[in-house]
């Protein structure tokens, strides 16, 4: 007699999503659908390379088709976004359709929040959370380095970039668009070579929870890159050439790129569950909704403490959510207990450039060069799972058409 299947709906395929997947797939009686409205992963701790040129589209992507294709015949993908939850019926519902399940995993991540009292903020300003925007703006950002090099002999305006926000996007992407263009200025031997970069920071000090000696590590190298940080400010009006600060201050730009904070994606806005101040989802100590023992909530949609402390949305802290959710999730299958999180940052690297970071992990502090490697191995080995999972699939898929 064949055994009844656990049907298993995933809605997002980020960090966290996918996470889950890899191991809740292990179980064949597991039959797993996930959900997205793109086709494709986005490595997001790769962002500030990409638009560099360190790494190109194919190394900061994963396709979410042949990805689940590369498992045992017990994982599928349906490239469709989730409109709403009918909890009490177990139905996720989309544009096509209605899909049943018994289990429920929400890990639809976040999007950055672009705040509405701030006056064409989102007319002039560039988010760089999602690939297709990353994109727009790496092609802007090469199109401009161009022109500046069309206009050498004759004249010289300095190319500025305003990046808002001083957590840790903010930070890395201001370094490495610093780096990158004094080398590119440099390594062709341009005389236009104007460059200015300003980081806004509404907080005392950028990386705000961060270690204080990698905040100060982390300023001096900005500093040496040559980005002006100005810290306790906020802005309060940007248009097509100009950004206006609360300092009465006006800076001019011809590119802003804004990464001054996180909401969870529109879905969970319209589900009638617990949230906190910032619309995050609420979960309890399994990752369980307080509300449905079957669905759990992962990832950057919902809000985590560790010790009474906020723990900061990393891809690392989201991975160790999914694993978690798959261990307690198998658990609630076979009616065991359940294990409480102990979910916290296991440390930290922050890429200031070209060839060179600062980190922190498990107590012991790194800089230079080394901790640039070493957060490119980490980087290129969670690219290197995916992708060996992904090209399993495509094979697959390639052998099934031939």
């Known amino acids: 007699m064949q055994s009844k299947k656990n049907k298993i709906v995933v809605i997002g395929g980020g960090y966290a999503g996918l996470r889950a997947i890899e191991m809740l797939a292990k179980n064949p009686d597991n039959e797993i659908t996930l959900f997205d409205k793109e086709s494709y992963h986005f490595l997001q701790t790769d962002v500030y390379d990409f638009i560099a040129n360190e790494e190109d589209f194919a190394q900061v992507s994963v396709d979410l088709f042949t990805f689940c294709l590369g498992f045992n015949e017990n994982v599928s993908f349906i490239k469709e976004e989730v409109l709403n939850i009918h909890f009490e019926h177990n139905r996720v519902v ?29 007319t002039h300003a560039h988010g760089i959370k999602v690939l297709h925007r990353a994109m727009y703006f790496k092609q802007k950002f090469e199109m401009a380095l161009y022109t500046k090099v069309q206009q050498s002999g004759t004249s010289c305006h300095p190319l500025n970039i305003v990046v808002t926000g001083g957590g840790l996007s903010g930070v890395e992407i201001a370094a490495q668009m610093a780096s990158f263009a004094k080398e590119f200025y440099k390594k062709n031997n341009f005389i236009c070579r104007a460059l200015n970069i300003v980081l806004i920071n509404s907080a005392e000090k950028i990386l705000p929870g961060v270690d204080a ?4 590590k982390s300023e001096k190298q900005l500093q040496k890159l040559g980005v002006k940080i100005y810290n306790k400010t906020k802005v309060v009006a940007i248009n097509k050439d100009s950004v206006h600060l609360n300092s009465n201050k006006v800076l001019p730009i011809d590119f802003m790129i804004f990464a001054g904070g996180i909401e969870p994606n529109a879905l969970v806005a319209t589900l009638d569950i617990a949230k906190d101040s910032k619309g995050n989802i609420q979960t309890n100590e399994y990752l369980q909704l307080k509300e449905y023992e079957n669905v759990f909530a992962i990832g950057d949609c919902t809000s985590l403490t560790y010790r009474g402390e906020n723990v900061a949305p990393t891809a690392d802290v989201a991975e160790q959510m999914g694993e978690l959710c798959a261990k307690n999730l198998s658990r609630l299958m076979q009616n065991g207990k359940l294990i409480k999180h102990n979910i916290h940052s296991r440390g930290i690297l922050i890429a200031l450039g070209r060839r060179y970071a600062v980190g922190k992990i498990f107590g012991i502090y790194f800089g230079g060069y ?18 060996r999972r992904s090209h399993k699939g495509c094979k697959k898929l390639f052998c099934k058409q031939n």
């Open 94 to 122: 989309t544009n096509s359709q209605r899909y049943s399940y018994d289990y429920l995993i929400i890990a639809v991540g976040a999007r950055t929040k672009f705040v509405s009292n701030v006056e064409g903020l989102t």
């Open 370 to 387: 080394f901790a640039y490697v070493m957060k490119k191995i980490i980087e290129r080995n969670y690219f290197y799972s995916l992708d």
């Open 213 to 216: 000696r990698l905040v100060e």
